[in-house]
């Protein structure tokens, strides 16, 4: 059983991982190029999306990479000091920006709502983009520690003792509790004012009210797919950090590790790759509003769009002439 498990493992990693890291970072790049177009930089939930696809294209490379690298090659953790001491600051960083960033994202689409006028400020682009930079800084200045607490100690980078119980007991509490809780919060009271102001809204704010809508249904799909791919990480750490002293059989170890395999790297990782594909299934307008964008990227670097242009330029001239002798 134990090989069994270990080779379906190394299958997951080098043919399951390399998979999703390739299309994520495919399907995160077109999510950047569709959010950096002039009309979504004017909506701050657009903001809040282009940094999270942005964000989530550093942690698929920084966590997926070195996975997949590690099954041919010797772990840098292993014997590169200074690796040791920055990869999990730097991933953790990563990963932890771009939950805040969808929190905030949450509050943002709650604000839009809001009965408050003080709080629907917060939905607004200018804002957006100080409290994506106050997070990436924040969390960057938070995490300073994790290199002071990683231990490189006869060939292994791990943490040692009470700081590992420590680091457990925080992962349960705030990336696997307080972070779903204040997603699903906050999407939960933007839906259900949303429901109370929906009979208000009319005339010309229909256009924005249906694209906030189709913002809205692309960020709470995000929020599920993250609940649901994230719950087993905080445990796994918990339990490993719990178990560290105690005498295991190999075939437990075994079955331990395929399983802190399965929620610390195989599935943690699926939220972060797996966003433009999230977007495109829960929504229809951002589906069509691709194929458009990218049709016409395809006619315009195959000269199609400039016969069309000249065309049209031809039939209205001609009309014109036509119309000054009748």
């Known amino acids: 059983m134990s090989a069994s498990l270990n080779d379906v493992r190394i299958w997951m990693t080098r043919y399951g991982m390399s998979s999703y890291f390739t299309l994520g970072v495919l399907g995160n790049l077109i999510n950047v190029f569709m959010f950096t177009r002039k009309n979504p930089l004017c909506n701050s939930c657009s903001l809040y999306l282009l940094a999270i696809s942005i964000s989530h294209i550093f942690t698929a490379n920084l966590g997926v990479v070195p996975t ?40 943002d689409r709650y604000a839009l709502c809001s009965n408050y006028q003080r709080f629907r400020s917060l939905n607004n682009p200018k804002v957006a983009l100080r409290i994506i930079i106050v997070i990436v ?30 680091w457990a007991i925080y992962t349960v509490a705030v990336p696997g509790i307080l972070t779903p809780v204040l997603m699903s919060t906050f999407g939960l009271l933007a839906i259900r004012n949303r429901c109370q102001l929906q009979g208000r809204l009319n005339g010309n704010r229909n256009y924005g009210n ?28 918990l339990y490993k950090a719990v178990t560290t002293n105690v005498v295991k059989s190999v075939q437990r170890q075994q079955i331990e590790n395929f399983i802190i395999f399965l ?3 195989f599935l943690l990782f699926i939220n972060p790759s797996a966003t433009f594909y999230i977007f495109i299934i829960a929504s229809h307008s951002y589906r069509q509003e691709c194929k458009r964008v990218f049709l016409r990227l395809y006619m315009r ?15 209205t001239l001609v009309n014109r002439h036509n119309e000054t002798h009748i």
């Open 137 to 166: 800084i924040a969390w960057l200045c938070i995490n300073i520690y994790i290199p002071f607490v990683t231990a490189f100690t006869e060939n292994n980078c791990l943490m040692l003792g009470s700081t590992a119980l420590i």
């Open 301 to 315: 670097l195959t000269g199609r769009m400039n016969k069309v242009a000249t065309i049209a330029t031809a039939n």
């Open 68 to 107: 997949i690298y590690n099954l041919d090659h010797v772990d840098l953790a292993t014997y590169s000091f200074i690796y040791c001491k920055l990869r999990l600051y730097i991933m953790h960083s990563s990963i932890m920006i771009g939950r805040t960033l969808i929190v905030a994202a949450c509050i």
């Open 210 to 237: 249906k694209r906030d809508y189709t913002l809205t249904v692309m960020l709470l799909s995000e929020v599920l797919v993250y609940i649901l791919s994230t719950s087993f990480f905080p445990a796994t750490t």
């Open 263 to 265: 929620g610390s790297s």
